[in-house]
């Protein structure tokens, strides 16, 4: 996987854990990265899918955040709501009225939240 690879080198490199952040089937890859990686601190998913998001009940102690917007019809907020439900704590999610899937329609407050969240996230303790 890409993107473990990615994460192993920036660990072996000596930066600092990371956020991995993955939208519709790259919210299943960083759910499956969070699951396998002590390097990463933090998972979120954006619209994801349930296919590939198995591991979701792994990524606990590092914090996850799922946010879908309810009017989705690409991927039915159902999707998000069920990651969640599969998932230990830390966790959140974060449901938007009236945006679709790429989360246009709440654009100013997803950027609100991630830019919160994250460095939340990275000066927490795992």
């Not at 299943?28 to 998913?45: M, P, Q």
């Not at 991927?75 to 999610?93: H, R, T, W």
């Amino acid at each position: 996987m890409g993107l473990l690879v990615g994460v192993s080198y920036l660990k072996d490199t000596g930066h600092q854990p990371v956020v991995v952040v993955g939208h519709s089937f790259g919210g299943a890859v960083v759910i499956a990265a969070g699951a396998n990686s002590d390097h990463i601190k933090g998972v979120v998913a954006l619209s994801p899918q349930t296919y590939g998001a198995g591991m979701v009940g792994q990524v606990a102690p590092r914090k996850l955040l799922v946010v879908h917007g309810k009017a989705d019809t690409r991927l039915a907020f159902a999707c998000g709501q069920q990651i969640y439900d599969m998932a230990n704590e830390p966790k959140q999610l974060v449901l938007y009225e009236g945006a679709e899937h790429r989360l246009e329609e709440c654009r100013d407050e997803l950027e609100e939240l991630l830019g919160n969240w994250i460095p939340e996230t990275l000066s927490g303790e795992i």
